[in-house]
């Protein structure tokens, strides 16, 4: 069983940047694959971002590409979405999300591939 945290997120003015980290229980946070995923109001959740458990591939949706970054720290069982040039559509409520077993880019966005999630935070770009 894992538990998620997620934190960081608040109000932010449009081209302002934000922080998001999600903390994990657990003693085998390295062997899970990590997504970001985010959900505004009246429509589907979609995929921001995954890492593997190495931390050494990550994804990206490709709108975000260059915006946004993805990073875990085993050590400290947290994975961190760090945000920059953000617009009013990016609001929305981020969720972060652990996957057992070997991610390909294609199974990092599938939602219904992860086993757990985190109660999300909000994050609101004013324009």
């Known amino acids: 069983q894992v538990q998620l945290v997620e934190s960081g997120g608040g109000l932010v003015q449009a081209g302002g940047s934000l922080r998001l980290s999600c903390a994990a229980s657990g003693r085998t946070f390295s062997t899970y694959a990590m997504g970001w995923f985010r959900q505004a109001p009246g429509k589907e959740r979609e995929f921001v971002a995954g890492i593997r458990g190495s931390g050494l591939s990550t994804y990206y949706a490709d709108s975000l590409k260059g915006r946004f970054t993805i990073s875990r720290d085993n050590a400290k069982n947290t994975v961190d979405l760090q945000m920059s040039s953000l617009k009013p559509e990016d609001t929305a409520v981020y969720y972060c999300?652990?996957?057992?077993?070997?991610?390909?880019?294609?199974?990092?966005?599938?939602?219904?591939?992860?086993?757990?999630w985190g109660q999300g935070t909000q994050v609101t770009v004013s324009s």
């Open positions: 999300a652990a996957g057992r077993g070997l991610f390909t880019l294609a199974l990092f966005t599938l939602a219904n591939r992860y086993d757990y």
